[in-house]
T-cell receptor
Framework: AQKITQTQPGMFVQEKEAVTLDCTYDTSDQSYGLFWYKQPSSGEMIFLIYQGSYDEQNATEGRYSLNFQKARKSANLVISASQLGDSAMYFCAMREGRLTGGGNKLTFGTGTQLKVEL | DVKVTQSSRYLVKRTGEKVFLECVQDMDHENMFWYRQDPGLGLRLIYFSYDVKMKEKGDIPEGYSVSREKKERFSLILESASTNQTSMYLC?????????????????FGNGTRLTVT
Protein backbone atom coordinates (compact mmCIF):
# COMPACT_ATOMS: atom_id res chain seq x y z
CA ALA A 1 0.00 0.00 0.00
CA GLN A 2 1.14 3.51 -0.73
CA LYS A 3 2.24 5.40 2.34
CA ILE A 4 1.43 8.76 0.79
CA THR A 5 -1.20 9.18 -1.91
CA GLN A 6 -1.64 12.29 -4.01
CA THR A 7 -4.50 11.61 -6.40
CA GLN A 8 -4.28 14.81 -8.47
CA PRO A 9 -1.47 14.62 -11.03
CA GLY A 10 -2.33 18.10 -12.29
CA MET A 11 -4.43 21.03 -11.14
CA PHE A 12 -5.34 24.42 -12.60
CA VAL A 13 -6.39 27.46 -10.58
CA GLN A 14 -7.16 31.04 -11.47
CA GLU A 15 -4.93 33.72 -10.04
CA LYS A 16 -6.19 35.05 -6.67
CA GLU A 17 -8.35 31.97 -6.10
CA ALA A 18 -7.75 29.40 -3.36
CA VAL A 19 -6.75 25.85 -4.23
CA THR A 20 -6.62 22.61 -2.25
CA LEU A 21 -4.08 19.91 -3.00
CA ASP A 22 -5.04 16.50 -1.65
CA CYS A 23 -2.87 14.16 0.38
CA THR A 24 -3.82 10.99 2.21
CA TYR A 25 -1.43 8.88 4.23
CA ASP A 26 -1.22 5.44 5.71
CA THR A 27 0.47 4.68 9.01
CA SER A 28 -0.18 2.62 12.12
CA ASP A 29 2.08 4.82 14.24
CA GLN A 30 0.63 7.29 16.73
CA SER A 31 3.53 9.70 16.33
CA TYR A 32 4.30 11.04 12.89
CA GLY A 33 4.85 14.24 11.01
CA LEU A 34 3.51 15.50 7.69
CA PHE A 35 5.28 17.89 5.35
CA TRP A 36 4.58 19.75 2.14
CA TYR A 37 7.28 20.77 -0.33
CA LYS A 38 7.17 22.94 -3.43
CA GLN A 39 9.36 22.25 -6.46
CA PRO A 40 9.39 25.02 -9.09
CA SER A 41 10.64 24.34 -12.60
CA SER A 42 14.14 25.27 -11.42
CA GLY A 43 14.16 21.97 -9.50
CA GLU A 44 14.89 23.13 -5.96
CA MET A 45 12.79 21.58 -3.19
CA ILE A 46 11.30 24.21 -0.89
CA PHE A 47 9.87 23.24 2.50
CA LEU A 48 6.45 24.88 3.00
CA ILE A 49 4.68 23.60 6.09
CA TYR A 50 4.68 20.93 8.79
CA GLN A 51 1.91 19.25 10.81
CA GLY A 52 2.57 16.95 13.76
CA SER A 53 0.22 14.09 14.55
CA TYR A 54 -0.49 15.48 18.02
CA ASP A 55 -0.97 19.07 16.91
CA GLU A 56 -4.51 20.12 17.72
CA GLN A 57 -4.52 23.12 15.45
CA ASN A 58 -4.06 23.09 11.70
CA ALA A 59 -0.67 24.45 10.69
CA THR A 60 -0.48 27.75 8.84
CA GLU A 61 2.41 29.55 7.18
CA GLY A 62 1.46 32.73 5.39
CA ARG A 63 -0.79 31.80 2.44
CA TYR A 64 -0.32 28.09 3.13
CA SER A 65 -2.46 26.13 5.53
CA LEU A 66 -2.77 22.45 6.17
CA ASN A 67 -6.23 20.93 6.53
CA PHE A 68 -5.39 18.05 8.87
CA GLN A 69 -8.10 15.43 9.38
CA LYS A 70 -6.52 12.74 11.50
CA ALA A 71 -9.42 10.29 11.48
CA ARG A 72 -9.52 10.40 7.69
CA LYS A 73 -5.73 10.33 7.48
CA SER A 74 -5.66 13.32 5.22
CA ALA A 75 -3.37 16.36 5.20
CA ASN A 76 -4.49 18.62 2.39
CA LEU A 77 -2.55 21.75 1.49
CA VAL A 78 -4.59 24.90 0.98
CA ILE A 79 -3.04 27.80 -0.89
CA SER A 80 -5.00 31.01 -0.58
CA ALA A 81 -4.92 33.88 -3.08
CA SER A 82 -2.93 31.96 -5.69
CA GLN A 83 -0.14 33.75 -7.51
CA LEU A 84 1.58 32.98 -10.79
CA GLY A 85 4.69 32.10 -8.82
CA ASP A 86 2.79 29.28 -7.12
CA SER A 87 2.94 27.28 -10.35
CA ALA A 88 5.08 24.29 -9.38
CA MET A 89 5.06 20.64 -8.40
CA TYR A 90 3.89 20.05 -4.83
CA PHE A 91 4.86 17.02 -2.78
CA CYS A 92 3.34 15.67 0.41
CA ALA A 93 5.64 13.66 2.69
CA MET A 94 5.51 11.81 6.00
CA ARG A 95 7.94 10.92 8.76
CA GLU A 96 6.86 8.02 10.97
CA GLY A 97 8.30 5.46 13.29
CA ARG A 98 11.26 5.62 15.59
CA LEU A 99 13.44 8.67 15.47
CA THR A 100 16.80 7.05 15.84
CA GLY A 101 18.61 5.40 13.03
CA GLY A 102 16.17 4.70 10.26
CA GLY A 103 13.27 6.69 11.58
CA ASN A 104 14.32 10.08 10.28
CA LYS A 105 13.57 9.58 6.61
CA LEU A 106 10.66 11.13 4.74
CA THR A 107 8.38 9.15 2.44
CA PHE A 108 7.06 11.22 -0.46
CA GLY A 109 3.97 11.10 -2.61
CA THR A 110 4.01 11.28 -6.39
CA GLY A 111 3.25 14.99 -6.48
CA THR A 112 0.67 17.37 -7.93
CA GLN A 113 1.58 19.77 -10.72
CA LEU A 114 -0.19 23.08 -10.07
CA LYS A 115 -0.62 25.69 -12.78
CA VAL A 116 -1.89 29.14 -11.88
CA GLU A 117 -3.61 30.95 -14.74
CA LEU A 118 -4.42 34.61 -15.27
CA ASP B 1 20.69 29.09 5.92
CA VAL B 2 21.45 25.46 5.37
CA LYS B 3 23.38 24.81 2.23
CA VAL B 4 23.39 21.42 0.57
CA THR B 5 25.66 21.34 -2.43
CA GLN B 6 25.68 18.68 -5.10
CA SER B 7 28.85 18.59 -7.13
CA SER B 8 27.26 18.40 -10.59
CA ARG B 9 24.04 19.79 -12.02
CA TYR B 10 24.18 17.66 -15.16
CA LEU B 11 26.11 14.46 -15.80
CA VAL B 12 26.29 12.19 -18.83
CA LYS B 13 27.84 8.76 -18.41
CA ARG B 14 28.12 5.59 -20.45
CA THR B 15 26.62 2.25 -19.56
CA GLY B 16 28.95 0.27 -17.33
CA GLU B 17 30.85 3.26 -15.97
CA LYS B 18 31.33 3.76 -12.24
CA VAL B 19 29.65 7.01 -11.26
CA PHE B 20 30.14 9.11 -8.14
CA LEU B 21 27.61 11.71 -7.04
CA GLU B 22 28.88 13.95 -4.28
CA CYS B 23 26.93 15.92 -1.71
CA VAL B 24 28.17 18.30 0.97
CA GLN B 25 26.19 20.07 3.70
CA ASP B 26 27.44 22.88 5.87
CA MET B 27 25.09 22.74 8.88
CA ASP B 28 26.54 19.87 10.88
CA HIS B 29 23.42 17.79 10.23
CA GLU B 30 23.41 14.23 11.47
CA ASN B 31 21.25 12.78 8.72
CA MET B 32 21.89 12.71 5.00
CA PHE B 33 19.79 11.18 2.23
CA TRP B 34 19.86 10.27 -1.43
CA TYR B 35 16.60 10.26 -3.37
CA ARG B 36 15.88 9.79 -7.03
CA GLN B 37 13.02 11.59 -8.73
CA ASP B 38 11.22 10.24 -11.76
CA PRO B 39 8.06 11.59 -13.44
CA GLY B 40 4.95 10.01 -12.00
CA LEU B 41 6.89 8.25 -9.25
CA GLY B 42 7.76 11.16 -6.99
CA LEU B 43 10.86 10.93 -4.81
CA ARG B 44 12.08 7.52 -3.83
CA LEU B 45 14.69 6.95 -1.15
CA ILE B 46 17.83 5.13 -2.23
CA TYR B 47 20.00 5.26 0.91
CA PHE B 48 20.37 7.36 3.99
CA SER B 49 22.90 7.85 6.74
CA TYR B 50 22.32 8.95 10.33
CA ASP B 51 25.97 9.12 11.38
CA VAL B 52 29.46 8.87 9.97
CA LYS B 53 30.05 5.43 8.48
CA MET B 54 26.44 4.46 9.23
CA LYS B 55 24.02 3.79 6.41
CA GLU B 56 20.67 2.21 5.83
CA LYS B 57 18.97 1.04 2.68
CA GLY B 58 15.99 2.95 1.46
CA ASP B 59 13.28 1.69 -0.83
CA ILE B 60 15.34 1.24 -4.02
CA PRO B 61 18.98 0.48 -3.09
CA GLU B 62 19.68 -2.03 -5.85
CA GLY B 63 22.51 -0.93 -8.10
CA TYR B 64 23.68 1.78 -5.69
CA SER B 65 26.04 2.10 -2.76
CA VAL B 66 26.95 5.02 -0.52
CA SER B 67 29.84 6.32 1.50
CA ARG B 68 29.93 8.67 4.46
CA GLU B 69 33.46 9.07 5.74
CA LYS B 70 32.94 12.60 7.07
CA LYS B 71 29.85 14.11 8.65
CA GLU B 72 29.40 16.77 6.01
CA ARG B 73 29.82 14.57 2.93
CA PHE B 74 27.61 11.81 1.55
CA SER B 75 28.46 10.10 -1.73
CA LEU B 76 26.23 8.01 -3.95
CA ILE B 77 27.97 5.42 -6.09
CA LEU B 78 26.61 3.68 -9.14
CA GLU B 79 28.91 0.69 -9.42
CA SER B 80 28.06 -0.03 -13.05
CA ALA B 81 25.71 2.56 -14.52
CA SER B 82 22.74 1.36 -16.51
CA THR B 83 20.23 3.23 -18.65
CA ASN B 84 17.46 2.67 -16.11
CA GLN B 85 19.46 4.78 -13.67
CA THR B 86 18.91 7.84 -15.83
CA SER B 87 17.14 10.16 -13.41
CA MET B 88 17.27 13.26 -11.23
CA TYR B 89 19.18 12.59 -8.03
CA LEU B 90 18.47 14.70 -4.97
CA CYS B 91 20.63 14.86 -1.85
CA UNK B 92 19.18 16.12 1.43
CA UNK B 93 20.16 16.59 5.05
CA UNK B 94 18.35 17.06 8.35
CA UNK B 95 19.08 17.46 12.01
CA UNK B 96 17.64 15.69 15.04
CA UNK B 97 18.33 18.73 17.22
CA UNK B 98 14.95 20.49 17.18
CA UNK B 99 12.69 21.73 19.94
CA UNK B 100 10.19 18.94 19.39
CA UNK B 101 12.61 16.16 18.66
CA UNK B 102 13.19 15.18 15.07
CA UNK B 103 9.63 14.69 13.83
CA UNK B 104 9.32 18.28 12.69
CA UNK B 105 12.81 18.58 11.26
CA UNK B 106 12.50 19.23 7.52
CA UNK B 107 14.83 17.87 4.92
CA UNK B 108 17.02 20.46 3.22
CA PHE B 109 17.71 19.60 -0.39
CA GLY B 110 20.45 20.29 -2.86
CA ASN B 111 19.60 21.46 -6.36
CA GLY B 112 19.82 18.00 -7.81
CA THR B 113 21.98 16.18 -10.35
CA ARG B 114 20.38 15.17 -13.61
CA LEU B 115 22.16 12.01 -14.65
CA THR B 116 21.86 10.58 -18.14
CA VAL B 117 23.28 7.13 -18.83
CA THR B 118 23.69 6.30 -22.52
Amino acid sequence: AQKITQTQPGMFVQEKEAVTLDCTYDTSDQSYGLFWYKQPSSGEMIFLIYQGSYDEQNATEGRYSLNFQKARKSANLVISASQLGDSAMYFCAMREGRLTGGGNKLTFGTGTQLKVEL
Amino acid sequence: DVKVTQSSRYLVKRTGEKVFLECVQDMDHENMFWYRQDPGLGLRLIYFSYDVKMKEKGDIPEGYSVSREKKERFSLILESASTNQTSMYLCASSTIRTSLGAYNSPLHFGNGTRLTVT
